[in-house]
């Protein structure tokens, strides 16, 4: 089955901690993109990666980085510099057609104890 | 800049009523995409339907459909016999060119069907 998958589904970390979450696709999109999204509200873009090798900045990239060293994969770390890191956490792909949907993944929830 | 705004942050109807959500967007661009989606209570954004600027042919897929008016700039959708199971929070959401084909999230209309 193609897909987007996202590890794990729930994530508890303490204050001060690096966590890396998990995003792989099978469904052979170049794009992939990681959104941020806090209760009743809309998606944020924390970063996106159009190609191998390179990603780029979203709305709200403070306190996360990225990799994009496979085609499939493209983890987030969330930072202790992330002052407020309980969320929600989407990952997306898409072709490389421009215009082409998002395919979502099923979700992270991080929590900061 | 881009811009999607849902006004309608929740509603609330009683099964097999019909029900619209609406959406209005901004942008400078001549092309661009306009896009539906759902989240369920399991989290998961669920691609809906995708329509693009020259196209404004309404649509209609079973229970669903949309209106699309470039005149003032929405992209309304509507269930029609409402289920349980269309509970969800609804998006809408804008890409075009000269955003870098990002895209621009409305911030949702959660939509609850009583039984």
């Known amino acids: 089955d193609g897909g987007i998958t996202q590890s794990p589904k729930y994530l508890f970390r303490k204050e001060g901690q690096n966590v890396t979450l998990s995003c792989e696709q099978n469904l052979n999109h170049d794009a992939m993109y990681w959104y941020r999204q806090d209760p009743g509200q809309g998606l944020r873009l924390i970063y996106y990666s159009q190609i191998v090798n390179d990603f780029q900045k979203g709305d709200i990239a403070e306190g996360y980085s990225v990799s994009r060293e496979k085609k499939e994969s493209f983890p987030l770390t969330v930072t202790s510099a992330q002052k407020n890191p309980t969320a929600f956490y989407l990952c997306?792909?898409?072709?490389?057609?421009?215009?082409?949907?998002?395919?979502f993944g099923p979700g992270t929830r991080l929590t900061v104890l | 800049a881009q811009k999607v705004t849902q006004a309608q942050t929740e509603i609330s109807v009683v099964e097999k009523e019909d029900v619209t959500l609406d959406c209005v967007y901004e942008t400078r661009d001549t092309t661009y995409y306009l896009f539906w989606y759902k989240q369920p209570p399991s989290g998961e954004l669920v691609f809906l339907i995708r329509r693009n600027s020259f196209d404004e042919q309404n649509e209609i897929s079973g229970r669903y459909s949309w209106n699309f008016q470039k005149s003032t700039s929405s992209f309304n959708f509507t269930i029609t016999a409402s289920q349980v199971v269309d509970s969800a929070v609804y998006f809408c959401a804008l890409s075009s060119h000269n955003a870098g084909n990002m895209l621009t999230f409305g911030g949702g209309t959660r939509l609850m069907v009583k039984p």
């Open positions: 997306a792909s898409r072709t490389g057609t421009s215009l082409d949907e998002q395919f």
